[in-house]
């Protein structure tokens, strides 16, 4: 059986590798030139981690991970919320190594990637037509190249061109807040959240002494800012340290903007011989940080529902079964987490800061395992 998959993403790459360890025979086309990846980093919770080893990936990127030591949960003028989780607590509760890992996302692809033969990522293919004939399907690309496949498995992310041509066109729901990241020298060993008033700043450290940190800010969408450095020093200026440390040394470009987004969570995820993956099925906003791990739960899951060797409509209709409540209860959590953690009202935050002050400390290593117990 021959499968196409569409867009080099987590989703594709490990779709790829996965469907690969199944017996298929797998071309991959990306609309990117080469293999790229811009982002920031990206946490690996402890249900990404178990599907990676599920499709022979995890030994790679473990290599590039730097696992969490200890997180921490603050105000904006620094005031502890929540009491500080060594990951040992977290580790002897799931009973699993590391719970949360972080790794720079160009690492993560490029540890992926370089689980496939050569020859399986082509670059430089846009598609543009899908046809299912009821027998194959038939993929055009925007270079003129044609190919033909028993399936193909649409990873090409939340935008996905194959969602809409399985009938959604609609565009993504603006969470109501902007996020901007970058990565920046500095040594710091651990995990930390700061939520103030309509925004909110995260570092989590990663290998080779370099820290991953993220401002979410309530804004108008699409909103552009000319001077970053400028525009953060004078949002971010009057924060605890070392919040405003972060601002001034992130290199200048360095800095990614993107504009949350999600959709609302449906079922129609495939038709005939196509099937979506990843952020192009469920996207969800990053509050959780799940997202990339739910692309890698996907791959693992496509990988043993093809090694049982079922009909194709039995092996998609099988994956939304198994996959919609997981990543429907996680874009659930995550906005909720969001809009609580972008209240911007003084008396709305006090009580906020408060009743977690009181009741994380209980629920809190509970919580925050949640996700991270699933086994795909
Ligand atoms: C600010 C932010 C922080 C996040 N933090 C985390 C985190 O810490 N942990 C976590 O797990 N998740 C996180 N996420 C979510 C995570 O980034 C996504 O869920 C994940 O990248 C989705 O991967 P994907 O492969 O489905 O889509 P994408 O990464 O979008 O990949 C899609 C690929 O398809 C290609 N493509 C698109 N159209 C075409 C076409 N027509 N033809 C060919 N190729 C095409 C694209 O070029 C791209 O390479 C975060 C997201 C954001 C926005």
């Given amino acids: 059986m021959k499968a196409i998959v569409i867009g080099s993403g987590i989703a594709g790459l490990s779709a790829a590798i996965a469907l690969r360890k199944a017996g298929l025979q797998v071309v991959l086309y990306e609309r990117a030139p080469v293999l790229t990846e811009v982002g920031a980093g990206i946490s690996l919770w402890a249900n990404a981690l178990r599907a990676l080893d599920a499709i022979g990936a995890g030994a790679a990127v473990r290599e590039r991970l730097q696992p969490l030591r200890v997180s921490e949960f603050r105000g904006d003028e620094g005031r502890t919320i929540a009491a500080s989780f060594p990951a040992s607590t977290l580790e002897n509760a799931l009973g699993y190594q590391p719970v949360l890992g972080m790794i720079h996302r160009a690492d993560l692809v490029d540890a992926l990637a370089s689980d496939l033969p050569a020859g399986t990522a082509r670059y430089g293919f846009d598609v543009t037509v899908v046809r299912d ?126 504009d949350i987004v999600d959709r609302a969570p ?14 192009a099925a469920h996207p969800t906003t990053p509050n959780l940080g799940q997202g990339g791990c739910l ?3 996907d791959a693992a899951c496509l990988w043993q529902l093809f090694a049982q060797s079922n009909t194709l409509d039995d092996i998609f209709s099988a994956f939304v079964a198994r996959r919609y409540a997981r990543t429907t209860a996680i874009t659930r959590d995550s906005d909720r987490l969001g809009r609580i953690g972008q209240w911007s009202g003084w008396t709305a935050c006090w009580w906020r800061d408060a009743i977690i002050r009181r009741i994380l400390p209980r629920i809190g290593v509970q919580e925050l395992l949640k996700h991270a117990r699933h086994v795909e």
């Avoid at 079922?267 to 990843?278: K, Q, V």
Wanted: with cysteine.
């Fill in 266 to 279: 449906t079922r129609h995820w495939y038709r005939g011989r196509c099937l979506l993956i990843g952020d």
């Fill in 295 to 297: 692309a890698i739960e």
């Fill in 133 to 258: 004939t009821g027998t194959h399907v038939e993929v055009a690309f925007a270079n003129g190249h044609r190919d033909v496949a028993d399936l193909v498995i649409g990873a090409d992310g939340i935008h996905s061109k194959i969602r809409a041509l399985l009938g959604d066109a609609s565009p993504p729901r603006y969470a109501g807040y902007t996020c901007v990241r970058g990565v920046t020298a500095m040594p710091s060993g651990y995990l930390a959240e700061w939520w103030g008033r309509g925004s909110r700043v995260g570092i989590t450290t990663l290998r080779d002494r370099r820290v991953y940190c993220w401002a979410t800010i309530n804004a108008p969408p699409t909103q552009r800012i000319d001077d970053m450095r400028a525009w953060l020093s004078e949002r971010f200026g009057g924060w605890a340290d070392p919040v405003p440390e972060l601002m001034t040394t992130t290199p200048d470009g360095a800095f990614l903007q993107n």
